[in-house]
């Protein structure tokens, strides 16, 4: 069955490294426990210019010396990553605190964080035990304020991608 893709992606955002995540290079298995601390973004990321993903591959000038022609092989991974956080305000038109957790956690160069993206049921469904998808450890870099000041106040935040793995979320373990 296909599924139109609006509404469907969740992006929680953990401020400390989830355990197991230097362990191996497969599918990370994190408890729902791991997530206690995550960040839930759902109506604080500008969706028209969300950018989690795979970039081109570094490519390496290397082929038999009995072929013809220049050939390339693909070399490391990069990952590519921007956001527009929407800034939250209360009332008085000051910025909440409580209100305006993604800036808190990523809105300063040099913040690292671990974001846990899942395509499937509505975004606003907490994550639960069998879900799956791709966990990114990334930096902030510095915000900015986006040249059209239209639509929804917000910060744009590129990211430099570390890593990226699969996760699945699983039981805990017994005893």
Known sequence: MLLLS??????????????????????????????????????????????????PSATVAD??????????????????GTLSVLRQYDETGHIDPLTDTVYAVIGEKGARAWYAERTGPSAKTPLAIGDEGWIYEAESDEPSVPQDRSGYSKETIPLSVKGRRRFKVVAPAGP
């Open 6 to 55: 609006d509404g469907i992606t969740r992006l929680d955002i953990l401020p400390t490294k989830p355990a197991g995540w230097d362990v191996g290079d497969g599918t990370v298995e994190l408890p729902l426990s791991a997530f206690a601390d995550a960040v839930d973004t759902c109506g604080q990321i500008n969706k028209p210019d969300y950018h989690l993903g795979a970039g």
């Open 63 to 80: 082929q038999p010396l009995c072929e013809k022609g220049e050939g390339n092989a693909f070399g490391a991974s990069t990952f590519t």
